[in-house]
């Protein structure tokens, strides 16, 4: 019988070999005192190890220790070190609250509910088929179609204030913005999950023009938008303002760039609409009773951390090519099936905030800095 990789081996392996050939190990020096307020990686990554513990994420270390060469797991690591370097000081310390519900914890239901039912439910009555098509054309879109062009174009748009106000009602309004939404989608005449693929076609078509003008699409939203209480199609609509148009002529000109070359690539790799279908089917299945998300909200907290991440995945090929291949490589049918539910679980468990603690770890060096001479 061949035994799974740990995931524990599979992923502090692999930083500590980067580490040691970027100089981040210094075996020559003598060891710093032992510290009791230095957290040990099993402090760190106690709730990490007891799923591994448990059985929960022997699929998710197979495909870092496995289906990943070499080159792309240390240049996968190296990206995720050049972006914990990039971090404003003090990062590491802010993290609990960073990750709370009402930081970047208020990402991860969008996350989950996007990626929960794609790998099926062997065990649900009755058994719950697998997407393979679904999930067949968001591996081949998240391989090929995220270029760094886009990643320009996300870095500006996490990067501007305006961004903040609109994703606070985004986040705020919870699973009932995904009801006005889709309300506003059937005021536009879109009716139904066919008819939101068409809309979806549609705008990927006018993106994928050369002449591409993102006024009329600003206008629609406009008058979908109620005055007195603009909501969720308001918030939406300003924020495709900061995407499309931007500050300068220049921001609009390399927005047009880059959305034209992910239409492109999206119509090819999707043309039956498959992920816009998905997405519908996200939006009408969120619970409306559902509690929303705290009313205090800010998003101008995390966001310059998503935008630093986003100008390393820019400024560095190898590092978007590196995400783009494991992102995909999850996303394959083949590994979904059993790596997505354990992933799933992953997202909701605690164990994430030990893992970022003890990358803060690695690049601050608490311990090494505090102690004695």
């Given amino acids: 019988m061949i035994r799974r990789p740990s995931f524990k081996a599979a992923v502090v392996g692999a930083i500590a070999g980067v580490l040691s050939n970027c100089g981040a190990a210094d075996d020559s020096a003598p060891p710093d005192p032992v510290r009791t307020h230095c957290k040990t990686i099993d402090e760190r990554l106690g709730p990490l190890l007891q799923l591994a513990e448990d059985g929960k994420t022997g699929h998710l270390a197979a495909v870092i220790a496995t289906r990943l060469d070499h080159a792309s797991q240390r240049a996968f690591v190296q990206l995720v070190l050049d972006v914990a370097y990039a971090m404003p000081a003090g990062t590491a310390e802010k993290l609990p609250k960073l990750l709370a519900p009402e930081g ?11 990626l929960e039912t794609l790998p099926g439910d062997p065990t ?13 054309a968001f591996a081949a879109v998240a391989q090929s179609c995220l270029s760094g062009e886009l990643f320009v174009l996300g870095a500006r748009v996490w990067r501007d204030p305006k ?7 985004l986040l705020s309004a919870g699973p ?5 939404l889709l309300g506003a989608v059937q005021s536009a005449g879109a009716q139904g999950r066919v008819g939101f693929q068409a809309l979806v076609n549609n ?21 979908l938008v109620d005055p007195i209480v603009p909501g969720v199609i308001g918030a939406l609509r300003d924020l495709l303002r900061v995407a499309t148009v931007g ?21 090819g790799l999707d043309p039956d609409q498959l992920i816009a279908g998905h997405l519908y089917d996200v939006l009408a299945s969120a619970d409306p009773t559902a509690a929303r998300l705290p009313a205090n909200i800010d998003s101008a907290d995390f966001l310059p951390l998503l935008a630093t991440a986003t100008e390393v995945l820019a400024s560095k090929p190898a590092a978007t090519d590196a ?19 354990e992933l799933v679980g992953l997202l909701k468990s605690d164990a994430l905030p030990g893992a970022f603690a003890l990358l803060g770890d690695l690049v601050a060096q608490p311990c090494r800095t505090q102690a004695s001479p």
């Fill in 163 to 169: 961004t903040s106000t609109s994703l606070n009602v």
């Fill in 247 to 267: 500050d300068t002529p220049k921001d609009k000109v390399q927005a047009a760039k880059a959305l034209r070359g992910f239409a492109l690539c999206l119509l």
């Fill in 176 to 180: 009932q913005g995904a009801g006005q």
């Fill in 124 to 136: 649900a009555q009755p058994p719950l088929p697998p997407h393979i098509a679904e999930l067949t």
């Fill in 104 to 114: 970047l914890g208020a990402l991860l239901p969008l996350i989950v509910a996007l």
């Fill in 323 to 341: 995400w783009n291949e494991l992102l995909g490589l999850i996303l394959r049918p083949d590994v979904a099936v059993a790596a997505l539910p």
């Fill in 203 to 223: 705008l990927s078509t006018s993106l994928a023009q050369p002449t591409f003008d993102a006024q009329p699409l600003l206008a629609l939203l406009d008058r």
